[in-house]
């Protein structure tokens, strides 16, 4: 593949971001408005993004692949040390909101995540997973082996066979949720 045609789908990808990166900086200018926890996912999200659009213009600029490389090597890292750092930030927030509620005499809300939310995350984390190692399998094999449309329905397939099961297990346990909004009342002695 040239670099110009990578270059025009990073910077594509960059521009269809926009449905993230915006409402970060939104969250960004708000400053103290928002948590701390929010406003450095907000950065890790900007992080992220911006290093998608450095990369487009790399893959413009360079000759070789390394440079284009390195630079999306950084920009994951300080993306995921961000978000790393914005959910460990969350725990403490919470935890110290259940503290706060503790001293009310009340039960703290429930934030209605519980932990499908995560398994549903993780499940589509691995077919896109899958899907990357089916493709670069299809790459590595050469295209004298399978017709065209194979190599590329197969990672497709693949990752629609995860996004399936992710969001039955979604369904499943969305239906066997309790019923109300997980707040009860404390008891007054």
């Known amino acids: 593949m040239s670099h110009a045609v990578a270059a025009l789908g990073a910077a594509a990808l960059t521009a269809a971001g926009c449905v993230w990166y915006l409402p970060a ?6 400053g103290a408005d928002r948590p701390d926890s929010r406003r450095l996912a907000a950065a890790a999200c900007l992080t992220g993004w911006a290093g998608t659009g450095v990369l487009a213009v790399l893959l413009l600029v360079a000759d070789g692949w ?10 994951a890292t300080a993306t995921a040390g961000l ?4 959910a460990v930030r969350r725990r403490r927030e919470a935890r110290e909101t259940a503290r706060h509620w503790a001293r009310l ?3 703290p809300p429930s934030s209605g995540a519980g932990p499908s939310r995560y398994v549903v995350a993780a499940v589509v984390g691995c077919g896109v997973a899958a899907a990357v190692a089916v493709a670069a399998l299809h790459a590595v094999a050469g295209p004298e082996g399978d017709p065209a449309w194979v190599t590329a329905a197969a990672p497709s397939a693949v990752l629609a066979v995860f996004l399936a099961t992710a969001a039955g ?3 499943a346990t969305r239906r066997t949720a309790p019923a109300g909004n997980g707040h009860r009342r404390a008891r007054q002695p």
Do not use: E, I, S
């Open 25 to 30: 900086l939104a969250d960004l200018r708000a």
């Open 66 to 75: 390394w440079t284009p490389f390195c630079a999306a090597v950084v920009g």
């Open 83 to 86: 978000r790393l750092q914005a």
């Open 105 to 107: 005499g009340h039960n």
């Open 169 to 171: 297990y979604a369904r």
